[in-house]
């Protein structure tokens, strides 16, 4: 690698061509700082695993030159995959007041909260690592106390923008964007930007929150009963925006679902969620008020079937019961995929009677973006004017359409780089090039079973979700490999019709296959099951047009 | 049921609170008249399942009384049921000249072609169906050829819309909706009015195809190299529209995909469609041509993973390769739950260096929805001035909205009925009642497996695809049930890692349970299997979080 040389370095290890796991890299000469850790959650394709993280082989490589994990926000694609990362590399940890919070929470769970090396930063923090030298500036998004990072080293600057929006009147004014401190290294100087990709198809700019502030405060004032909302449990600004619709209605406030609760403590702990005293009250106290009093928040607004908001939606909330006239708002957007389980939410709370208020991204009014559309990236480029350009966080059409972004106010064409997770873009001399890569890729969580779960697995896995399993057990004899009695079929996920037919066809092949075989292969497993296999399958799929796995167990004895 | 009185009945055996599976039914006295009968696609849940069609009990039980199937448009969620339907009730199946065509092609597949009973009709078509007679109207949707219905019976008159939008300058000027007609009947007095509910979410109305027409134009006469486009095979106009803007650049058009060649074949025998001779010409002509020469019509606009489309993008598909600066459109909107397939795609051909042209919804100007909007919606209610609606052909919550339009227009509160699959409206005398039901549900077609996969064989595909199994093979003697050799553990779908410590420590589980077992049970196979699968579940979760399918095999010798 770039030991030895004074050359700046750019590379992902999770983040590009995908939504979720990320992960940047910094490296000059012999230091290398890491830019977040997260997990992403699997496709259905990808039948039991729990979580994706990032594969970090290349860093283990190089563990003594890796100088620090620098956290830009506290959302699961930036954190999820720190737990598993410290386990394998114990390097500090640098992160914001509430982000930090909610990194606890997580190695607490995974038990390793004692040995791990957190360091409080903010926006004016000034860091020393080997021979980069690094500042931050605020960022507004989603989640509280989110950072842009600005490297300095001596072959120029690198800004890494973290995830961001341009909202000039946010929930919390504090969390407005240092637009000053932007423009000034922007005057000073990038080399480098590394920009978030992920609304970049989107025109147009971000409606402010105070539009969902507005919106929500008209649907607590027209509820004719209780009101449940659900939100992610990291927005605070919106939580805190549900907390003043309720004052200002003079409602109670219950919180469900574990992560709201955790991520309350959180805000509430280190001071970024303003609530009256005796506002919160446990959810058994909520019979005392009639119903008109009461304003419920709850995490599942993605519908994920085991929080709350699904569970209320089909009566399985135990002490909580959704009625004709409440008012449920969902009040925030599906993410592409969760559509499906999204509306089948709303139908159910349909069903019971209630009044339900969603939509599609902001057509209720009850959410907005946290990521920059257009017009905002276009802000971000102006301010920073870099002269390379690397698109991040976002899908590879993502990328494209952010590229042309950049061009369009005056990038040079050929300096941004599209790249891949692994990819490496050198700077030397102030000439950018990317002729190199990195061994990256997905390491698959399954429980407590970390990156030992791969693609036999997976493809038995689908094999047996498609059309179940025959499981034919022989006894045959050691002394002539002769079968000793009748085959046994067994089926698993097959069918729930009968089938003695095709069992009994099965036990015949099974025989005849044996008693078939070669004289030198009648104690040769291998072929015994190969051939059992291969003659059963293409008999069910011709019976049935169904394609089982097929397991013969042979017993010698 | 109903017989021997003068009752007026309406359900559905499918389309209510669901997308697909369409299956109406008007009865009056002794006579039942079915409209459409289509197929539902699973979602990820039902592993393994290939097609939802509807159970049709109620149907069979009173098969002397079903007269006839009348089928509105020849949509797979309209058709798709029929083969199977055909196979136990062969009744009479009235349609358009297209939609037959398209019902014929599934027939010859089931192989019942011959022996079913087809009727041709078209909008002036009057059927007398017991004591029901039936005329039609035709409606603009995305396919060629649909009809709305008129029932008149003794009791008054019921309308089903079918599907529908008012485009009132559709590709092919014969496809307008027969507005007079709708008027008339309204004037003479509609009893009850059936009209389906896909966009009663969207405000506004559908834009027009014109609008697609214009946009496919200005596409095709900027692209530098071959264009690709991806539609529905059965939505004729966008493929007409195709066809003129390859027409108008001087190009020839290359067919991919089966469904796609078999609905153009369809679409030209019975003069739907209109293309120059010698204009579409066989893939292996292709190179004859240079590539700014071609144009490619392709069927996978949903992303399905085998089909033209997905292949393109990947290099896949023998014979035609995607090529930087070739143009790929996709003129068709993702249906709710292939976003992620579509976009995967789209990213696929960037990364190839192509010009991609795609969009949600309308946005890109590439696709319009065949289904009316509000405004739209609200139009035929007001044609029609029914006294009782029924909200049809959607998910709850568009039913609700439906139902809030039907209000806003002058239905009175309270004479709309939102009901579910199997629910029974009534109307006799004039007043509609909603107090009884008819058995309905969802039957699984699994390969040539129809209706023997359900609850048991995917609660085992739902445990096996998250954790994968173990299977426990153990032989013990039928003197004293003891076990005669070390169990044998074989995995499937559990872990790539090694586990010979895990097969150690079940192995010794199972012969402790074994040995531990009261002397009553020795041979008692059930307590055994249900002991082993216990001591040896709670320890793989103990020792790796997971919870496989346990399957112990016992051998008795």
């Not at 401190?181 to 922007?186: E, N, P, S, V, Y």
């Not at 490496?424 to 102030?430: A, L, Q």
Request: hydrophobic residues 40%.
């Amino acid at each position: 690698m770039s030991t030895n040389e004074n050359i700046l370095s750019f590379f992902a290890l999770g983040g590009i061509n995908e939504i979720g796991k990320n992960m940047y890299a910094i490296e000059y000469a012999n230091d290398i700082v890491i830019i977040d850790c997260g997990n992403k959650f699997p496709d259905e394709s990808l039948l039991g695993i729990d979580l994706i993280i990032p594969d970090i082989t290349y860093l283990i490589e190089n563990k003594d030159r890796v100088k620090a994990l620098i956290v830009t926000h506290g959302h699961e694609d930036h954190i999820g995959g720190i737990p598993y990362f410290l386990k394998k590399l114990n390097v500090p940890v640098y992160a914001t007041r509430f982000t930090l919070g909610l990194i606890e929470i997580k190695l607490k769970e995974h038990k390793i909260l004692r040995e791990s090396k957190l360091i409080e930063i903010n926006a004016n923090s000034k860091l020393e690592l080997g021979k980069i030298s690094v500042e931050f500036f605020k960022v507004t998004h989603s989640i509280p106390d989110c950072l842009g990072i600005i490297f300095r080293t001596p072959e120029g600057n690198v800004v890494h923008t973290g995830d961001f929006k341009f909202d000039l009147t946010p929930e919390n004014i504090e969390e407005r964007p240092e637009i000053h401190k932007m423009a000034d290294i922007g005057k000073e100087g990038v080399l480098l930007l590394l920009s978030e990709s992920t609304n970049a198809e989107r025109a147009g700019l971000t409606p402010s929150e105070q539009m969902v502030a507005d919106h929500l405060e008209v649907a607590f004032m027209n509820a004719e009963r209780k009101v449940i909302v659900s939100t992610f449990a990291s927005n605070v600004s919106r939580v805190q925006q549900v907390v003043n619709a309720a004052y200002k209605t003079n409602r109670k406030l219950v919180l469900l679902g574990r992560s709201m609760l955790n991520v309350v403590e959180v805000a509430l702990d280190r001071g970024y969620l303003n609530v009256p005293d005796g506002m919160i009250i446990d959810q058994n106290e909520m019979n005392a008020f009639p119903p008109e009093k009461i304003a419920i928040l709850c995490t599942g607004s993605q519908g994920e079937p085991l929080a709350a908001l699904a569970r209320l939606s089909t009566g399985n909330f135990r002490g909580v019961e959704v009625l004709p006239k409440d008012t449920v708002i969902l009040a925030a957007g599906p993410i592409p995929g969760n559509e499906r389980s999204v509306t089948s939410i709303v139908d159910n709370f349909y069903a019971i009677g209630a009044k339900v208020i969603y939509g599609s991204g902001s057509s209720s009014g009850m959410h907005v973006s946290g990521h920059g559309y257009q017009e905002d990236l276009k802000l971000m480029l102006t301010l920073m004017k870099p002269k390379y350009f690397i698109p991040i966080h976002g899908e590879l059409r993502m990328l494209h359409h952010h590229r042309l972004l950049a061009e369009s106010i005056g990038v040079e064409k050929g300096n941004t780089f599209i790249i891949n997770n692994g990819d490496v873009v050198d700077i030397e001399h102030g000439v950018a090039r990317q002729t190199r890569d990195i061994p990256v890729g997905n390491t698959y969580v399954d429980g407590g079973d970390v990156g030992n779960v791969g693609e036999f697995v997976l493809r038995d896995r689908k094999q047996f979700s498609e059309d179940g399993m025959l499981i034919v057990v022989l006894t045959i004899s050691k002394y002539d490999g002769k079968l000793l009695s009748e085959p046994e079929t067994i089926s698993r996920g097959f069918t729930d019709g009968t089938f003695s037919e095709l069992r009994k066809n099965v036990n015949e092949l099974t025989a005849k296959t044996i008693n078939g075989l070669q004289e030198e292969n009648r104690n040769d497993w291998k072929v015994i099951k190969r051939e059992i296999k291969k003659s059963i399958q293409q008999h069910v799929f011709h019976q049935m047009k169904k394609k089982p796995m097929i397991v013969p167990i042979i017993i010698e004895i």
